[in-house]
């Protein structure tokens, strides 16, 4: 934790509301990034994050400064995105499409002019890989996406989904295990 962030929290503790504002602007982007790709859909990434805030908020006395003040965010908003997931069930194929515009690293082009063709198979495996995702636990697919999208180390992963560090890597290796099987080989057609 960071000098300027220690202030920011115990200015935040001490019941200034711009302070804890200040705190949530840095995080937002990224809590909101991770519960949409956990719940694959953007009004229940709202809620989750909403959620997940005004419990941070609730409890911000309770955060020790072990970890990071956005380790911390990300553990609550993972885990009130997966308590959304379990409230709403989601049906396979109930991910949203991707849209142009949305923050996806996961298969993006790497050529800078693709053609048709390419788009139309870039097309087909975003819906295979969001098909799988849905069906996959929702402890894998947070696990996942935490660390194939959002780039989290295996400790801040073991801490979001409150796993020792052996089952997040097992998480992470069924849901890898399940996105292969699921999709085509590398020049295998789609």
């Not at 069930?89 to 390419?118: F, I, K, M, N, V």
């Not at 495996?125 to 995702?133: F, G």
């Not at 996406?145 to 052996?166: D, F, K, M, T």
């Amino acid at each position: 934790m960071t000098d300027d962030e220690a202030r920011w929290i115990a200015r935040a503790r001490a019941g200034e509301a711009t302070a804890f504002r200040h705190l949530v602007n840095v995080n937002a982007g990224s809590l909101f990034r991770v519960c949409v790709r956990i719940t694959g859909d953007r009004a229940t990434a709202e809620d989750a994050v909403q959620e997940a805030l005004f419990s941070a908020f609730q409890h911000l006395a309770d955060f020790d400064g072990r970890a990071a003040f956005s380790t911390w965010l990300h553990r609550i908003a993972v885990n009130a995105a997966l308590m959304q997931v379990r409230r709403r069930r989601h049906p396979a194929g109930a991910w949203p499409q991707h849209r142009e515009g949305d923050e996806t690293e996961l298969l993006d082009a790497a050529d800078e002019s693709p053609t048709p063709y390419r788009h139309a198979v870039s097309a087909e495996i975003r819906r295979d890989v969001e098909a799988e995702l849905a069906r996959m636990t929702p402890i894998e697919r947070a696990a996942f996406v935490l660390r194939h999208q959002e780039g989290h180390s295996l400790e801040e992963i073991s801490a979001a989904l409150s796993l020792n560090l052996g089952a997040a890597k097992q998480a992470i290796f069924r849901a890898v295990r399940k996105l292969r099987a699921a999709l085509p080989a590398p020049g295998e057609p789609a």
